[in-house]
């Protein structure tokens, strides 16, 4: 993967994070916006998920550039284990927890987004 589209990866999910702010910031919610928001938030914890899980064999981390390996790697993983996506319920109540989880992942992605 190229520096670019890394950069670009990061950036998607930092768009997608920021969606689901604001739509859990809007109220009153409606019954599309909460179904927006388990969308959304579903779709970040599988992307998570599988950038994490991609890069976790040696063999894979040999062929990373450094660029994957300083900054994108670390990122992925500081946020799969670190916001609370992979614990978080999409199906469950939507809460203040959702806010916070989201808000980590904004944080995580944009300390490399200019």
Same mark, same amino acid.
């Given at each position: 993967?190229?520096?670019?589209?890394?950069?670009?990866?990061?950036?998607? *999910?930092? =768009?997608?994070?920021? !969606?689901?702010?604001?739509?859990?910031?809007?109220?009153? !919610?409606?019954?599309? =916006?909460?179904?927006?928001?388990?969308?959304?938030?579903?779709? #970040?914890?599988?992307?998570?998920?599988?950038?994490?899980?991609?890069? #976790?064999?040696? @063999?894979?981390?040999?062929?990373? =550039?450094?660029? &994957?390996?300083?900054?994108?790697?670390?990122?992925?993983?500081?946020?799969? !284990?670190? =916001?609370?996506?992979? !614990?978080?319920?999409?199906? @469950?109540?939507?809460?203040?927890?959702?806010?916070?989880?989201? &808000?980590?992942?904004?944080?995580?992605?944009?300390?490399? *987004?200019?």
């Amino acid at each position: 993967m190229t520096r670019q589209e890394a950069l670009q990866k990061l950036e998607t *999910i930092k =768009s997608n994070s920021l !969606r689901v702010l604001r739509l859990l910031e809007t109220v009153p !919610r409606t019954s599309e =916006s909460d179904r927006e928001i388990r969308d959304l938030t579903e779709l #970040l914890k599988v992307e998570l998920q599988t950038e994490y899980e991609r890069m #976790l064999p040696e @063999g894979v981390q040999k062929k990373l =550039s450094m660029f &994957e390996i300083s900054i994108y790697s670390p990122t992925i993983e500081d946020t799969w !284990r670190g =916001s609370g996506i992979s !614990r978080l319920k999409t199906d @469950g109540v939507i809460n203040g927890r959702w806010s916070e989880v989201l &808000e980590s992942i904004v944080y995580n992605t944009s300390k490399y *987004i200019s």
